[in-house]
T-cell receptor
Framework: GDSVTQMEGPVTLSEEAFLTINCTYT??????LFWYVQYPGEGLQLLLK?????DKGSNKGFEATYRKETTSFHLEKGSVQVSDSAVYFC??????????FGKGTLLTVNP | KAGVTQTPRYLIKTRGQQVTLSCSPI?????VSWYQQTPGQGLQFLFE???????NKGNFPGRFSGRQFSNSRSEMNVSTLELGDSALYLC???????????????FGEGSRLTVL
């Protein structure tokens, strides 16, 4: 079945540091890939998405590229801010009407 | 446009009781999904409904059930509650097109259930 593996962290960075959160997946067919973010006490919000190989999703300075050859969708940001502190989830969507999520990565950014 | 609304936001139950959670999707969205979030298991898929039909169900016991109404609102029910059912239950809605990969889901803030 479908599965997503992401680095679990927690990850602690200083403001303006570079961020990478690794995500790899296993799926049949050609899934869509997503990064969701969850701020404390809130539900999940879509951060970015890519629907086919080599697509790059980007939003709020975050980027991720759909790499079919390495089955990866790593999240990157060049300069993190304190306000980026949250839990980040990598997810894939197949043709079965559900998203499969990774375990989540807690990011803490210190001033 | 109003987001996904879940009620109640917080509730406390005791073992053996049952609970019903409600979800109102974004206007125009016909698909509603439910997920259970726990620290140990992360986000686990419960079920998905589209136009009152369940299209997929996760690996949960029969104590977990759901339904969707003609106005796309959805409810989920957990009977004979166990301590392990304590979790954040998240509802998500989407347009729910057929024959395409599952697309972007819009999540509510969740219903936090504590079972004592």
């Amino acid at each position: 079945g479908d599965s997503v593996t992401q680095m679990e962290g927690p990850v602690t960075l200083s403001e303006e540091a570079f961020l990478t959160i690794n995500c790899t997946y296993t799926a049949t067919g050609y899934p869509s890939l997503f990064w969701y973010v969850q701020y404390p006490g809130e539900g999940l919000q879509l951060l970015l998405k890519a629907t086919k190989a080599d697509d790059k999703g980007s939003n709020k300075g975050f980027e991720a590229t759909y790499r079919k050859e390495t089955t990866s969708f790593h999240l990157e940001k060049g300069s993190v801010q304190v306000s980026d502190s949250a839990v980040y989830f990598c997810a894939l969507g197949g043709s079965n009407y559900k998203l499969t999520f990774g375990k989540g990565t807690l990011l803490t950014v210190n001033p | 446009k109003a987001g996904v609304t879940q009620t109640p936001r917080y509730l406390i139950k005791t073992r053996g009781q049952q609970v019903t959670l409600s979800c109102s999707p974004i206007s125009g969205h016909r698909s509603v999904s439910w997920y259970q979030q726990t620290p140990g298991q992360g986000l686990q898929f419960l079920f998905e409904y589209f136009s009152e039909t369940q299209r997929n169900k996760g690996n949960f016991p029969g104590r977990f059930s759901g339904r969707q109404f003609s106005n796309s609102r959805s409810e989920m029910n957990v009977s004979t509650l166990e301590l392990g059912d304590s979790a954040l239950y998240l509802c998500a809605s989407s347009l729910g097109h057929r024959d395409t990969n599952t697309g972007e889901l819009f999540f509510g803030e969740g219903s936090r259930l504590t079972v004592l």
